[in-house]
């Protein structure tokens, strides 16, 4: 009994150990999200300049890195990001979950930009609210085409996707989750 007491106490230790950031860790992991979505914007302006227009125009906008794997019949795929509300500047650093059902095969990465144009869907991506949407996606290299049937039905926002590589084709029910990262966004 004592072993497993000794074991679970270890184990407590440990895991509270690894599951905080230094003060210079949550600065360097900042740094490489703001910079991700500094690149990644730039590309997408340099192929079309009205998007930097859309951004300066919208409450907020967010940018995604995220991963995806297909398999037969379930993806899953998960990224972090950055959030930034237009009038304050404040930045909320966010982790997405995603889970996929349905047809296709892959591995693929890519930035997401979401710019955000009313407070109803502001309020609901600070909120960390899950989205189910049915969609399909092509990607190969740094090409890809994706739909949704949430792409009319929600008004408020646009996305924009800059593949970074990779190549998959899937038709499927994906649920998609945001949560705030309480550990990198500093308190207004």
């Known amino acids: 009994m004592r072993n497993i007491f000794l074991t679970l106490l270890i184990l407590l230790f440990g ?7 230094t003060a210079t860790e949550k600065e360097q992991k900042r740094s490489e999200l703001d910079q991700m979505a500094s690149t990644a ?13 859309k951004i300066n125009n919208s409450l907020a906008y967010a940018v995604a890195n995220m991963k995806l794997t297909k398999v037969p019949i379930v993806g899953v795929g998960g ?6 509300d237009n009038s304050t500047q404040h930045r909320t650093y966010f ?5 996929d059902v349905g047809g296709g095969w892959g591995a693929r990465s890519f930035k997401l930009l979401f710019i955000v144009e009313s407070q109803e869907v502001f309020d609901r991506v600070i909120d960390g609210t899950w989205n189910f949407q049915a969609g ?7 090409a890809s085409a994706e739909g949704s049937s949430s792409d009319l039905a929600n008004k408020g926002f646009t ?17 998609i989750r945001t949560s705030v990262n309480r550990e990198l966004t500093e308190q207004p």
Do not use: N
């Not at 990224?79 to 930034?84: K, N």
């Not at 982790?95 to 889970?99: K, P």
């Not at 399909?136 to 740094?142: L, N």
């Open 136 to 142: 399909a996606e092509a990607s190969a290299g740094t």
């Open 79 to 84: 990224g972090e990001g950055v959030f930034i």
């Open 95 to 99: 982790t997405v979950s995603r889970f």
């Open 15 to 21: 895991i509270s150990g690894c599951s905080t950031m």
């Open 159 to 175: 996305t924009y996707v800059l593949s970074d590589g990779g190549a998959s084709a899937t038709v499927t029910v994906r649920v």
């Open 41 to 53: 914007i730039a590309a997408l302006t340099d192929k079309d300049p009205e998007i930097q227009v």
